[in-house]
């Protein structure tokens, strides 16, 4: 196993002591420093930024070839860390201390070391490993944003408010979709350095919010918790295949909730999330897209159609069909049949 120490901070610092241990140089644009991993140590890149606040960001994309381990080891307070992994597993201890956390992928961790001990981050060789781990020297954030402060809980209060480090903090648990979406972004992110300062500092905060409104969120009872997961993804999906299979007899949203396990809170915001549309608007929407297949390639009756698809009245049907196609159902099809006996219809 190969390890480096990182006797530095801020980040900055922290590329610069890396790039030494791996004797590369890196890059400097905008207050960003970058290095690429050089061919006998492995493949990817370390990226860190620094904004005003106290808060900074530091990325590593890496597959390294032996295990790897880099201590973090400065003798001063360490910044708070949120570590969010979107690829393979990262491995997390305290500096002194003997447990080791796994932070594997869609897994998000708080951890903030006591006193001047730091921290141990360890990749395993050969895996692809993608850590997003954004950083706040708390002396300098608490002081910027002490207003801000005194509306969090008491737990996440407690911690931005110990600038001295007196106690040592590790949460870890599942991040939501709306930060997955977020690391998408800031990947995809190719404007020049300028721009890509301004919008990665922007993301800095976003993240830093949405990881409060998700802590806040995953403190509440089970069923009272709203943020979507990336664990909540296949239950949601499952149930949208529940509603397409069985249109004709419906599901009320309890029930459906209760077969996918998810609470009804979290199914209504998934199907939002993903479908733009509310469980009954998706429902609706699937019902009468069979119902149009029905109409023009079946001589089902009205009645049969609005049985099949799951409905008891022939009037509600022709209603909420004529409000999405703009036509009545029997109008529609007339409508179809006359097209396909126009010599200049093109099928």
Known sequence: MKIIKVTSLPLKEVITDIANEFGVDYDSNCDEYSLKLPSHI????IRGINFDNGLGILQYDCTFIENMEIQFVIDEVHPLKFLYCTEGELLHRFGGGQISHTIEKYKKAIVASDNNNGHILHFKAGMHVVVNSLEVVRKKFAKKMACD???????????????IASKEFYYDGIYSLQMADSFAEMKAFDEGHFLRRLYLEGKAYHLLTRQIVDYQDDMKDENQRSALKMTDVRQIQEAASILRNELATGQIIKSLSKRVGLNPNKLQKGFQYFYDATVNQYLQNIRLEHAKKLLLNTDKSMSQIVEAIGLSSNSYFSKIFREKYGYKPSQFRSKYLSSLSDPNFVG
């Open 42 to 45: 492995g493949e990817g890149s």
């Open 149 to 163: 402060l005194k509306v969090l809980n008491k737990p996440l209060k407690d911690l931005f408010s110990d600038v």
